[in-house]
């Protein structure tokens, strides 16, 4: 992980209002979903807990509701070093 990047790791134990607080559009996340680890940037989050992810691996952009997916890994950029670079 890079020097400018912070994260966060989210697991189902959380109540999944308290994942969509934490999951927001621009964000990097890694996730398992059906015993298969993937990355993706978050395009979108809804009001109804879904995601619209546009993945990493050369897939398509795909949605999927936050409740199904397992040992979230949120990657942000740190904002003081963002502001410092521009």
Known sequence: MA????????????A?????RLVSDGDVIEFTLR????????????EDDVVLLDLY?????AWARLAQLE?????RPDTTEM????
């Open 16 to 20: 999944m209002h308290e994942i969509n």
């Open 35 to 46: 015993a298969e680890r993937r990355t993706a940037e978050v395009m979108l989050v809804t």
């Open 3 to 14: 020097a400018h990047e912070t994260h966060e790791y989210v697991t189902k134990g959380f």
């Open 57 to 61: 691996d050369g897939d398509r952009p």
């Open 71 to 75: 040992d979230v890994a949120i990657f």
């Open 83 to 86: 502001f410092a670079a521009a």
